[in-house]
C-alpha cells in the first residue's frame, strides 16, 4: 500500500508566501512524476506543477512566475514553492504520484486559504 500525505496548508495573507509539502511511504518501487494540483471552490481540479525523476519541471501558467516545485528523490517528497499568493490561489492542493509501474495516487489534500 502507498500514502500520499501533505502537508504545509494554511491561512496565508494576500501577497505572503507558502511551502506545501507531500512525503510518499509504503510500497515504493521507483516514483516516475510528482505533480501538484488543486482544486478551488466550485471548480475543476487543475494540475500546478510537475516534476520528473529526471528535475524536468511543468508549470500551470497562473503560477509559473511564482512557483518553485521541487523533489528530494532520497526521501521520495515533493514540495512547492508558492509566493506572492492571490485571493484566487485559493485552494485544496492535492500531490499526485505515478510510478513507473502501476497506478498513481492521490493524497488527500492540504486547504491552502489566501485572505486579508
Known amino acids: 500500500q502507498v500514502q500520499v500525505v501533505e502537508s504545509g496548508g494554511g491561512l496565508v495573507q494576500p501577497g505572503g508566501s507558502l511551502r506545501l509539502s507531500c512525503a510518499v511511504s509504503?510500497?515504493?518501487?521507483?516514483?516516475?512524476?510528482m505533480a501538484w494540483y488543486r482544486q478551488a471552490p466550485g471548480k475543476e481540479r487543475e494540475l500546478v506543477a510537475a516534476i520528473t525523476e529526471g528535475g524536468d519541471t511543468t508549470y500551470a501558467d497562473s503560477v509559473k512566475e511564482r512557483s518553485t516545485v521541487s523533489r528530494d528523490n532520497a526521501a521520495d517528497t515533493v514540495s512547492l514553492q508558492l509566493s506572492r499568493l492571490k485571493l484566487e490561489d485559493t485552494a485544496v492542493y492535492y500531490c499526485?504520484?505515478?510510478?513507473?509501474?502501476?497506478?498513481?495516487?492521490w493524497g488527500k489534500g492540504t486547504l491552502v486559504t489566501v485572505s486579508s
Open positions: 499526485r504520484v505515478f510510478f513507473a509501474y502501476g497506478q498513481p495516487y
Open positions: 509504503g510500497s515504493i518501487f521507483r516514483i516516475d512524476k
